[in-house]
DNA sequence: GACATTAACGAACGATCGTTCTATAAATGC
DNA sequence: GCATTTATAGAACGATCGTTCGTTAATGTC
């Protein structure tokens, strides 16, 4: 890795955290900088606009996500395993990841959810794959005979990610210590709901 | 009404729906002097720091979600009636209120929820007292015989808020026309796991 | 209708924003 | 080790930010 993408990567580190708190819209030039001891315009060079960084800030995300959440999972076996595996990163990615204010992403969704442009179209593709995800995990749990065939996959997705979403906002802003073990909960129950019933009397 | 509080609260309306799209944290004197076809200054004078009017955008929106979502809500009977209601409100109070650009509490609780100060204890109020709000309507629902006894209503209104989040998100990132619907049938799924069995064979 | 009060304006402030340009320093390829 | 490309710095730009100040216009009161 040449000098260039080796400052790159360190840049995107900083920004990376500090969208975490302050947003991805709320990213300054002036402050990533100072944190990292460059000039603004050597520092700008890498990027070529502020929105170029913003994207590349929102890719980094992305890819991070992959890798600490989705990754790890399929290594489960195919059916509510994996599933399992899933909610159980997703809920502590924002450790896992470097993210000390929170999850970037769901924080972007929120915050340019009505701004068209390139960061919308960014975050919108990577919520779809997500959740394009998210169904084909479930539908291989149907298949591997853990779900009932009657399960809609598009519903049990639509509701993990609210399950998910709750649970990032009662930890972060409600300072509820019981929120992991809530949405644990909440995901037992709709497990519970299409599971297959093996052992009925 | 004097004059000065009819354009504060003219300036307050701008504010409000503006902030649905920009957030509430992304509000600009300049913009919204232009908007309202006032001198910046004459604008400022009202609220005395930027800070102020975005306390005060936030305290409306706590007040106009009380008035659309709640208050209306509260007029069927107590139970599960009560509880759909609320449901169905909340979940088009984007439409009641003038809110182009989606709900502006969710979006400051996301933009807020790691940046300490008053915007983020005002937000955080309002969320505790929402909570509140739904768990003892639960709790009344319990009361009233249409839920089982060991109904945790903590839980319920936890999951009722992901139902609303992730419906949100739905909706106006991903253009999921069947966002309402699958709200709607996750909330019937979490009442009948809790619902008193009334004519069991 | 004169007077006190309040609302609104216009100009300017210092700070910061993203961005551009030119020049120097460092890294790279031969 | 030299030449060339690439990375970084520094200064400056125009724009916008929130805010302050002094003045004028409008409102409310007796």
Not at 82 to 101: F, K, M, S, Y
Not at 119 to 136: F, S
Not at 153 to 165: C, K, R, S, T, V
């Amino acid at each position: 890795m040449g000098k260039g993408e080796q400052t790159r990567q360190a840049i995107l580190d900083e920004a990376f955290s500090l969208a975490s708190c302050v947003g991805v819209g709320g990213l300054s030039i002036g402050i990533l900088a100072e944190r990292t001891k460059m000039s603004k315009s050597g520092l700008f060079a890498h990027f070529g606009s502020k929105e170029e960084l913003q994207l590349a800030v929102l890719r980094e995300a992305q890819q991070r996500f992959a890798e600490v959440v989705l990754r790890p999972a399929f290594r489960q076996p195919r059916g509510v395993a994996r599933l399992r595996a899933i909610v159980l990163n997703w809920l502590d990615w924002t450790r896992e990841a470097n993210l000390p204010g929170g999850c970037v992403i769901n924080a972007a969704a929120a915050e340019f959810d009505d701004q068209p442009g390139p960061l919308r179209d960014e975050v919108r593709r990577g919520l779809i794959a997500l959740r394009r995800t998210l169904v084909d995990t479930v539908a291989k749990a149907v298949e591997a005979g853990d779900l009932r065939p009657d399960t809609d996959p598009e519903q049990f997705a639509f509701e993990l990610e609210g399950i998910y979403q709750v649970a990032q906002q009662s930890r972060r802003l409600l300072n509820d210590p019981d929120a992991d073990r809530r949405a644990l909960f909440a995901f037992d129950r709709l497990v519970r709901d299409y599971a297959v019933e093996r052992d009925k009397e």
